[in-house]
């Protein structure tokens, strides 16, 4: 993968700024919604159930009002509302809630999915989940952990084989029926599998707790801030056949090369 490019530190200092400024705003925002006894959902799709509540929109809303004032030639790419085109070659990457069903049910393993990109990648992100208190950003030459009253930087683990290796989706059905087929091989051969993190498996991938991530049919507002996070750990996230994972769809987020290398073959073993 090529690596993000770097920015004039100015630059970078503000940007970091202003995302833990919509991060801080965003955990009051979701706070004030979450394990609420009259939060309700409405549906977006009429072919699944895609819930939306109150505090999706009102965080989203609250996010991009701060990046009128602070940032106002950049672009927004967000869940909720309408795309804001760049006027500075930079956008930012918004998901309010990332795992809206997991909000709704009061677990608290939903996110705050911030990441600020230029035309080709994710530059800096940040994984925030406000309920538990940890915040993980990542890009511009950091890798940090703020929680429980600490600050450590992080990194992934060195997992060589698979069979020794954590993998983790967010739900079983994985995607299409040739996706979960391939997810399936996968799961069979390593040492664990788990389920229903969100954005949370990500995260837990970057400080070195599990091995693998890989999902299907995502957004780039899924990704791109666990992109970044990931990453700057020394993970690597691509698609499946080892491209870009910025623009969405199938995601692999493996704990380092070797690791991504094997599980890829295996994903697409069944494409000869």
């Not at 709704?104 to 208190?133: E, H, K, R």
């Not at 995502?218 to 666990?226: E, F, Q, S």
């Not at 691509?238 to 690791?259: C, E, F, K, Y």
Request: hydrophobic fraction near 40%; aromatic fraction near 6%; proline fraction near 4%.
């Amino acid at each position: 993968m090529i690596a993000p490019r770097r920015l004039d530190s100015q630059l970078e200092t503000e940007l970091v700024d202003v995302a833990h400024t919509l991060a801080d705003t965003a955990r009051q925002v979701t706070l004030r919604h979450f394990r609420s006894p009259s939060l309700s959902s409405e549906n977006k799709s009429k072919q699944d159930w895609d819930p939306v509540t109150e505090a999706d929109r009102q965080c989203e809303l609250a996010m991009r009002e701060i990046l009128s004032r602070r940032r106002p030639d950049d672009g927004i790419l967000g869940e909720e509302f309408a795309n804001v085109e760049s006027h500075s070659g930079l956008t930012w990457i918004l998901d309010p809630i990332d795992g809206t069903r997991s909000f709704i049910c009061g677990t608290p393993v939903w996110g705050v999915l911030i990441s600020v990109s230029d035309d080709c990648a994710p530059l800096f992100g940040i994984i925030d989940q406000p309920y538990i208190g940890e915040r993980y950003e990542g890009g511009f030459g950091r890798a940090v952990m703020h929680g429980h009253g600490a600050k450590r930087a992080f990194a992934t683990r060195e997992t060589s084989r698979l069979r020794d290796a954590a993998l983790f989706t967010t739900f079983p059905e994985v995607g299409t029926d040739a996706e979960r087929q391939a997810f399936e091989r996968l799961a069979g051969m390593t040492r664990i599998t788990r389920y229903g993190l969100d954005c949370y498996s990500y995260a837990l991938t970057a400080i070195g707790q599990i091995d693998l991530v890989v999902e299907a049919g995502l957004a780039p507002y899924d990704v791109h801030a666990p992109i970044a996070v990931v990453t700057a750990a020394g993970g690597v996230v691509t698609d499946w056949s080892g491209g870009p994972a910025h623009h969405g769809g199938q995601i692999i987020a493996a704990a380092n090369v070797r690791l991504h290398r094997l599980a890829l073959e295996v994903l697409n073993a069944g494409n000869g």
